[in-house]
């Protein structure tokens, strides 16, 4: 988001950049919902997510 704002107000070279990392973020944020969504469903980890990170 950071990265949109400085593209909005002086470096417009920074809205595809931003672009992009907005997706990737879409992207994560889609796979551990598909995570947290199979997890109940199925009652165990289906998609890989590592170990917590907090105990």
């Known amino acids: 988001m950071i990265l949109l ?3 909005h107000f002086g470096h417009p070279s ?6 992009f990392e907005l997706m990737a973020c879409a992207l994560n944020a889609w796979y551990v919902m598909a995570h947290a969504i199979f997890a109940g ?5 289906v998609l890989p997510v ?3 990170w907090i105990g």
Not at 41 to 45: H, I, L, P, T, Y
Request: aromatic letters at 12%; charged letters at 30%.
């Open 5 to 7: 704002d400085f593209g």
């Open 14 to 19: 920074l809205n595809r950049i931003a672009g």
């Open 41 to 45: 469903v199925f009652g165990r980890d």
């Open 50 to 52: 590592g170990r917590p």
